[in-house]
């Protein structure tokens, strides 16, 4: 059974009198254990699409399953509960929060979960996993953006969830740096992780095992 | 709700963090509401400060007391404070109806001396029933006889302030002090009395019984300062004191004498105290809501600026009622830290302000829970909106925010 089943996905934004019909009836099933991505120009309405299977904002219309629970059913308590525990996020902007360490910045997801365990020792492991044992007590200013996004990494996987999401992950970083996140990603695809990236960047989608493109908010299979 | 987030150490870390970050706007909302909260802190205190002040004055009257006192005067003469009773008026008090005792007082300013000091104080003379009517109590030594007013002894009683400052903290019985080159002895120390609301002391005082007053300090006294009388506790206190004040009307104009009572001093007291109240109530209400406005917009401002903050907060797991939680905690530990501070300023307050206002100074606690109270009250007012408003955003908007 697919962990993500998007059925006649559809998304209008409304502004003011105008209406801008961003998704137009989208159809995707993803399997566990997939490396996806989700390619396409700016504008296509490729992060909507995520920011959708993210629940981070609602479709218009359409179903969405996420392991085969109805999502657009529920309430917005729910929607946190499950973007805790089985959605990791990691975006182009990193989104760290500057005034919290590397370790704490990691842990600020575990602040919302109802799971207690030793998530302390969990993120000194992950963030050795990425080479940055040494950097637990740095503040992201003190960063480079590779680093920055291998915290975003390690913080999106530190409630353990079944699917990461990437929204133009190498967005912001030099080839190496790129290289690296994705390896990264590779790897947690590798260890059983579902793995969904939104990007424009060839060589960025020639690490996922499967490509579709979106243009015109309909997706093409390439 | 969920409360739970509460107890964890990293939230609440991150709480802490937060406001160390934005430290400029930490410190504007704790300086509005040190201020606010401070007022308040002084306002509670110069209200118990002047019930305090009326109670002390009430003690000092004495109980059963009428206390009559010359007044400034009326339209045509000169307003200044002066001695105007007579003897003809005191005889006449004693023979109301009611009145057990009474004494008046004759008081003059002399240069006094003790061997090696110099002072200028009061002396006052006192006939038979001074002492038990104006409530002198023997501390040390004894007080006059019965025969001592009858003679002219060179005898006194003086006050705690007066021994300490003529004779240091040897004790004063048996010496001497000198006033006007002639020698009186020693024999009592009356007990502590406190100061008049004006200020002044009652403990820096000779008493000369009062035939030796009339010989070496004011031979031909006509008119003196004030009469108090003493009321027998089984007839009506009311009915005296007017018929005390009807007497003085036939031989006075009404603003040569002011009859003063328990009552008129608590009348007066209130009516200070509730003009001090509307007055400082005001001011900190006025102070109260500048700190609010000030700290809503410190907050909401706040909100806007960490948009993107809340964004992937809500992105990873949080609820609508954690961001709610998160920014009145960080509300909360500013107005904690406001009333520490506000609580400062205002002890600073009370403790130079309230001397020029002629009120005791005092410390409730009172006032300190007034100040934690409304501090945290303020800040949960003026933080809860932006709060609320901040967790409705979806998610996905307060993210882009930052864009």
């Not at chain 2, 009572?261 to 608590?266: G, H, L, N, V």
């Amino acid at each position: 059974m697919a962990i993500i089943e998007l059925r006649d996905i559809t998304k209008t934004y409304r502004q003011g009198e105008l209406e801008v019909k961003v998704l137009k009836g989208v159809n995707l099933e993803v399997e566990k254990g997939d490396f996806l991505a989700i390619m396409g120009a700016s504008g296509s309405g490729k992060s909507t699409l995520l920011y959708i299977i993210g629940c981070l904002e609602s479709p218009s219309s359409g179903t969405y399953r996420l392991a085969g629970a109805e999502v657009s059913k529920l309430e917005d308590d729910e929607l946190s509960r499950v973007r805790n525990e089985r959605l990791g996020f990691v975006f182009q902007s990193f989104y760290l929060i500057p005034y919290l360490t590397v370790e704490e910045n990691v842990l600020v997801p575990t602040i919302y979960s109802k799971k207690r365990r030793d998530y302390k020792a969990r993120a000194r492991h992950l963030l050795e996993q990425v080479g940055l044992g040494h950097r637990v007590s740095f503040l992201p200013s003190e960063l480079s953006g590779g680093q920055k996004q291998r915290v975003a990494i390690v913080r999106s996987l530190i409630n353990d969830p079944d699917i990461v999401l990437a929204d133009e992950p190498t967005g912001q970083l030099d080839s190496h740096s790129s290289a690296q996140v994705m390896e990264i990603l590779s790897d947690l695809n590798k260890q059983g992780k579902t793995i969904i990236v939104v990007t424009h960047d060839e060589q960025t989608a020639d690490y996922a095992s499967r490509r579709v493109i979106m243009k015109d908010g309909l997706l093409y299979s390439a | 709700m969920d409360f739970s987030i509460l107890l964890r150490g990293l939230f609440l870390a991150s709480v802490v963090k937060a406001l160390r970050h934005g430290a400029m706007k930490t410190v504007f909302a704790l300086f509005a509401i040190s201020f606010g909260i401070s007022s308040i802190v002084f306002i509670v205190a110069a209200i118990e400060g002047s019930n305090l002040q009326a109670k002390k004055i009430i003690e000092l009257l004495g109980p059963g007391s009428i206390f009559v006192r010359s007044g400034f005067g009326g339209k045509g003469t000169v307003r200044r404070l002066g001695n105007r009773l007579d003897i003809q008026d005191f005889k006449a008090l004693k023979k109301v109806v009611g009145v057990e005792r009474a004494a008046y007082l004759v008081l003059k300013r002399v240069d006094m001396s003790s061997l090696n000091r110099h002072v200028k104080a009061y002396v006052v003379g006192a006939m038979k029933d001074f002492l038990y009517v104006f409530d002198y109590k023997i501390a040390q030594g004894r007080p006059f006889r019965p025969r001592e007013y009858l003679s002219v002894p060179k005898v006194c009683i003086i006050g705690t302030e007066l021994a300490q400052e003529l004779f240091g903290n040897a004790s004063p019985l048996g010496k001497s002090i000198r006033i006007n080159k002639t020698s009186f002895e020693v024999i009592g120390v009356f007990a502590k009395k406190g100061k008049l609301p004006s200020g002044r002391s009652l403990d820096n005082r000779a008493i000369l019984p009062i035939n030796t007053y009339r010989k070496f300090i004011e031979p031909e006294y006509k008119r003196f300062f004030a009469i108090k009388l003493k009321v027998a506790s089984d007839v009506s206190y009311n009915l005296i004191v007017k018929q005390v004040r009807q007497l003085l009307l036939r031989r006075h104009d009404p603003h040569d004498f002011v009859v003063i009572t328990p009552e008129t001093i608590r009348k007066f007291l209130n009516i200070f105290n509730f003009t001090l109240s509307i007055y400082l109530g005001l001011v900190s209400m006025a102070a109260l809501f500048i700190s609010g406005f000030v700290m809503s917009n410190i907050f909401s401002i706040n909100v806007k600026v960490r948009a993107w903050e809340i964004g992937i907060r809500r992105a990873m797991g949080a609820t609508r009622s954690h961001i709610i939680l998160q920014f009145l905690c960080e509300a909360v530990m500013i107005s904690l830290l406001g009333a520490v501070f506000g609580s400062i300023l205002g002890f600073l307050g009370i403790r130079f302000l309230m001397p020029l206002l002629n009120i005791p100074t005092v410390y409730p606690t009172a006032s300190y829970v007034a100040a934690v109270v409304f501090s945290i009250g303020t800040g949960i007012a003026s933080a809860l909106l932006p709060a609320k408003n901040a967790a409705q955003w979806e998610p996905v908007r307060a993210l882009r925010s930052r864009l």
